[in-house]
């Protein structure tokens, strides 16, 4: 979810909130049971992992350009091009820590009160794993329809 409450044309400030779900794959099933299945004398590979639960993100975005676009001279539809930053938490199941995020978008407006956005961010932070803490780098791309209340 994303809420935005735009305090110019030009900048508004956000917040974020995600929540994560995961799947094993077949092969990446089979891998964790043959290493719970494995006693402590056999060679077996134990993933390691720190899986993300949900990420709450406070976000400032900047909208430097906009323009406008005719589509098929039957309307007319009004777009920015935007930057976004944000910093907030994440919780992984080794527990929380800090996440950053910037990156940009398109927002297409169909009407004063409905518009669509495609983003694409990079996020970061660190999580937690056997051998110590590692840097996670994340490419998000997110599409979605906002309403302007």
């Known amino acids: 979810g994303q809420m935005d409450f735009h305090i110019s044309p030009y900048v508004s ?3 974020r909130f995600s929540s994560f779900d995961h799947d094993l794959t077949p092969e990446g099933k089979r891998v964790f049971d043959s290493a719970e ?7 077996s590979v134990v993933p390691d992992i720190d899986q993300p639960k949900r990420s709450y993100m406070a976000t400032v975005s900047f909208y ?9 001279r039957s309307s007319i539809v009004q777009f920015d091009l935007y930057g976004v930053a944000g910093y907030g938490q994440i919780e992984l199941e080794s527990g929380n820590t800090d996440t950053y995020t910037v990156g940009g978008g398109l927002a297409a407006w169909f009407s004063n009160r409905v518009s669509s956005r495609i983003e694409l961010r990079h996020q970061g932070f660190q999580d937690t794993i056997n051998t110590g803490k590692r840097d996670v780098n994340w490419t998000v791309v997110t599409a979605g329809v906002g309403v302007l209340l």
């Open 64 to 72: 430097p350009f906009y323009g406008k676009l005719s589509l098929f």
């Open 37 to 43: 299945d494995a006693d402590e004398t056999e060679n």
């Open 13 to 15: 400030i956000g917040g």
